[in-house]
């Protein structure tokens, strides 16, 4: 039986309207202890790193993470390894150590919550594969004994955040940076279905935060920023006009959704916004999805929290896609979204490359405290303006209804 590691806090507030919500909690915060992830090695190239505080900003930007991450046990040389969150970690620690002393433990998502998203069979199955020493969910998906603990705490971790930054906003005190998350988990999420768990996710981290919220009567954007397409969250508010998803990914490439034309059904017509790229476009046509398309559709939408799906496997150097965005795209991108609503949580998805995942986490980190990184030159001049233009066209009469 699952059992409540932390205390609950009620999610339930809304009327906080300013960015300047405050959670003024960091003397309050639990000590985590990632050890090896804060004294990182082999830093990348074109990383100007450590203590860009002085005043410059607030270091209040809630950090979630856990070592119990690390024990999600995939095999010999999976991609979706314990590297990636220590290079994830250690971008954040590049930006300010002080971000990680300061982190959070997340506590564990209870099986109501995750029954909001997913069926009791899939849970089941997760948690029984676990308890026979780990196996495989399908070809690409693996997990060990504790990867069905990992998965709730990954979930867990969003709910966390959301929890925090309410509660943030009632114990009041304006300060900029409390109204902002980063939670650095695994597994990743997006992918998993309300009935299967796929393409290395058990389950929908951030599909659960938002439905909880949506529950509680608050109004939800998730913007995917991953280079596949989260068919997983799609699938979950397909049908609903209290979430809105929007995705730029790389089209086609694993898992083959997210056309054009998938923009929803029912009453969450055109709240379902998918901008497919071609291979090789980079970050200057995704600015140009995020301003000309998503931009307006989440404004349209006047949502309460944006939760960003931030998988860094659209960086250049990844090995499983073929986008060409930079690491301080990335940064860019978290820029234009933290825009739109009173509070973000950013919750980490892909990236395979261990350098590009560092430093694509260290720009966003940096975004989340309101710092311009730019740990290499933004990139421009690939394909897929014409995506961008038709996905104008039709957003355009959502705007017009
Ligand atoms: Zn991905």
């Given at each position: 039986m699952p059992h409540n590691d932390t205390p609950r806090v009620p999610v339930g507030l809304r009327g906080c309207g300013s960015r300047s919500c405050s959670l003024r909690s960091r003397a309050a915060r639990a000590t985590a202890s990632l050890g090896s992830a804060s004294e990182p090695d082999n830093t990348p190239p074109g990383l100007a790193p450590k203590r860009v505080g002085g005043g410059q900003y607030d270091p209040a930007m809630l950090v979630i993470t856990d070592e119990r991450f690390l024990d999600h046990d995939t095999g010999y040389r999976h991609p979706e390894r314990p590297d990636r969150l220590r290079a994830a970690l250690a971008g954040v620690a590049d930006v300010d150590t002080e971000l990680l002393a300061g982190g959070r433990s997340p506590r564990r998502a209870?099986?109501?919550?995750?029954?909001?998203?997913?069926?009791?069979?899939?849970?089941?199955?997760?948690?029984?594969?676990?308890?026979?020493?780990?196996?495989?969910?399908?070809?690409?998906?693996?997990?060990?004994?504790?990867?069905?603990?990992?998965?709730?705490?990954?979930?867990?971790?969003?709910?966390?955040?959301?929890?925090?930054?309410?509660?943030?906003?009632?114990?009041?005190?304006?300060?900029?940076?409390?109204?902002?998350?980063?939670?650095?988990?695994?597994?990743?999420?997006?992918?998993?279905?309300?009935?299967?768990?796929?393409?290395?996710?058990?389950?929908?981290?951030?599909?659960?935060?938002?439905?909880?919220?949506?529950?509680?009567?608050?109004?939800?954007?998730?913007?995917?920023?991953?280079?596949?397409?989260?068919?997983?969250?799609?699938?979950?508010?397909?049908?609903?006009?209290?979430?809105?998803?929007?995705?730029?990914?790389?089209?086609?490439?694993?898992?083959?959704?997210?056309?054009?034309?998938?923009?929803?059904?029912?009453?969450?017509?055109?709240?379902?916004?998918?901008?497919?790229?071609?291979?090789?476009?980079?970050?200057?046509?995704?600015?140009?999805?995020?301003?000309?398309?998503?931009?307006?559709?989440?404004?349209?939408?006047?949502?309460?929290?944006?939760?960003?799906?931030?998988?860094?496997?659209?960086?250049?150097?990844?090995?499983?896609?073929?986008?060409?965005?930079?690491?301080?795209?990335?940064g860019d991108f978290v820029r234009r979204l933290m825009a739109l609503a009173p509070r973000t949580v950013a919750v980490l998805e892909g990236g395979y490359d261990l350098d590009a995942t560092r430093a694509s986490s260290y720009a966003v980190a940096g975004a989340l405290l309101g710092l311009d990184l730019h740990p290499e030159p933004a990139s421009g001049a690939g394909p897929g303006m014409e995506v961008v233009e038709a996905a104008a066209r039709l957003s355009a009469l959502d705007g017009n209804r």
């Open positions: 209870e099986r109501d919550e995750l029954e909001l998203v997913h069926s009791a069979a899939m849970i089941d199955r997760v948690s029984a594969i676990a308890e026979h020493g780990g196996g495989h969910l399908d070809a690409d998906t693996a997990m060990g004994p504790a990867s069905f603990d990992a998965a709730r705490l990954a979930a867990g971790a969003v709910l966390s955040a959301v929890e925090q930054l309410a509660a943030g906003t009632e114990s009041s005190g304006p300060a900029r940076g409390d109204s902002e998350a980063y939670c650095l988990v695994r597994p990743p999420g997006h992918h998993a279905t309300p009935s299967t768990s796929m393409g290395f996710c058990l389950f929908n981290s951030v599909a659960v935060a938002a439905a909880l919220l949506a529950a509680d009567g608050q109004r939800v954007a998730i913007v995917d920023v991953d280079a596949h397409h989260g068919n997983g969250t799609q699938d979950v508010f397909w049908d609903r006009d209290d979430v809105l998803y929007a995705s730029i990914h790389q089209y086609p490439l694993y898992p083959g959704t997210g056309a054009l034309g998938e923009r929803g059904a029912g009453a969450g017509e055109g709240c379902t916004v998918n901008v497919p790229l071609p291979p090789g476009a980079t970050g200057n046509t995704a600015r140009a999805a995020l301003d000309e398309v998503i931009v307006p559709a989440v404004e349209r939408f006047a949502p309460d929290w944006m939760l960003i799906s931030a998988g860094y496997d659209g960086h250049r150097a990844d090995p499983l896609t073929g986008l060409g965005y930079s690491a301080s795209d990335y």
